[in-house]
């Protein structure tokens, strides 16, 4: 079974430029999630979908961050513009669903370093 | 603003020894638990759940609850270099926008040969 694929692996950009990021995730798997990582911290939720809907975004900087999963599959992360604070570890993760104990699978995430 | 607190470490123990790694959480309706690995430079991956109070035992390692003290624990018995990495404890928090998955801040483990 392939598993949550990201692309890319790495990016630097200068601030105030845009930038987006690609997720497949697991086939079968209804739920995807973007998580920010800073380095030193946590995984911190930006995003959940179910399918192609939103079930929370509560902490998605909205003015900046947006994302879509428009056929229930694959995902895209996007920052315009980019700030230095955006640095860090972008990982995508699926489930099978969002009910119950359900298994996240993770990607190897995106790093993205904004100067 | 539900918390997920863990000692970031570094925790160093010596090889073979019971290393114990520890989490403490806000959110008293917190039902499940998790604790997550994740190797330097890589993504986390799940390497045990509990959600009754009490112990759970896979392999060597044992996740441990308990919900009146909001406490979660994770014992690697007979530790071995290749446990280096950071441990993630996690939570499910419940809000009027559904469950979501809530991270401490890892604990690093270091086993030295």
């Known amino acids: 079974e392939a598993g949550v694929a990201q692309s890319p692996r790495y990016k630097i950009i200068e601030k105030r430029q845009s930038v987006a990021f690609w997720c497949n995730p697991i086939s079968g798997h209804a739920t995807l999630y973007w998580y920010q990582q800073i380095l030193g911290q946590g995984p911190k939720l930006l995003i959940q979908?179910?399918?192609?809907?939103?079930?929370?975004d509560s902490q998605l900087p909205k003015d900046r961050f947006s994302a879509e999963r428009l056929k229930g599959v694959d995902s895209t992360l996007k920052i315009q513009p980019a700030k230095l604070e955006d640095s860090a570890v972008y990982l995508c993760?699926?489930?099978?669903?969002?009910?119950?104990?359900?298994?996240?699978?993770f990607g190897p995430g995106t790093r993205l370093t904004v100067l | 603003q539900k918390e997920v607190e863990q000692n970031s470490g570094p925790l160093s123990v010596p090889e073979g020894a019971i290393a114990s790694l520890n989490c403490t959480y806000s959110d008293r309706g917190s039902q499940s638990f998790f604790w997550y690995r994740q190797y330097s430079g890589k993504s986390p991956e799940l390497i045990m759940f509990i959600y009754s109070n009490g112990d759970k035992e896979d392999g060597r390692f044992t996740a441990q609850l308990n919900k009146a003290s909001q406490y979660v624990s994770l014992l690697i018995r007979d530790s071995q270099p290749s446990d280096s990495a950071t441990y993630l404890c996690?939570?499910?928090?419940?809000?009027?926008?559904?469950?979501?998955?809530?991270f401490g801040q890892g604990t690093e483990l270091s086993v030295k040969p």
């Open positions: 996690a939570v499910i928090a419940w809000d009027n926008q559904g469950g979501k998955l809530i």
């Open positions: 979908f179910q399918n192609n809907g939103v079930v929370d």
């Open positions: 993760a699926s489930s099978k669903s969002s009910l119950g104990v359900n298994e996240q699978f």
